[in-house]
């Protein structure tokens, strides 16, 4: 798996297809290892109102509501009832009860309490900036 990223529609995009189980098999090689910086913490914590399907999620997270089709960073809040789809949340993002948020990339510790919908062309990808609060 090759992805050039070079504007933030490329950005979106490649971590989007990621999604794609044979397309990560490809990143993810045992022959190429990938080496990271560690970050221990809990698992996810996945609630009885939680309904996720087709994403990425990455440990500490606490999630109550839906996620389709979505990468999640570390340390992510979704609240229940909030509603994710086709999404790059990054690490501390935290959205809010009946939220509903789509073909958004969410910077670091952004926070999605206020406005109940957010949603973007599927074409042209939505931008929120680190640590805004919507």
């Not at 070079?6 to 999604?19: G, R, T």
């Not at 109102?49 to 509501?65: H, M």
Request: proline share 4%; charged share 25%; aromatic share 8%.
């Amino acid at each position: 798996f090759v992805a050039c990223v070079n504007d933030f529609k490329s950005y979106f995009n490649a971590n989007i297809d990621l999604l794609d189980y044979d397309k990560a098999m490809d990143l993810f090689n045992s022959d190429w290892p990938i080496y990271t910086r560690t970050n221990d913490s809990a698992p996810t914590h996945y609630f009885e109102s939680a309904d996720v399907k087709n994403s990425v999620i990455s440990n500490g997270r606490s999630i109550e509501g839906t996620v389709e089709h979505s990468v999640m960073g570390r340390g992510c809040q979704i609240e229940e009832g909030a509603v994710v789809k086709n999404c790059v949340v990054l690490s501390g993002v935290k959205i809010g009860k009946g939220v509903h948020v789509e073909n958004m990339v969410i910077d670091r510790n952004a926070k999605l309490i206020h406005t109940p919908e957010i949603i973007a062309d599927p074409g042209h990808p939505g931008y929120i900036k680190r640590g805004d609060t919507l």
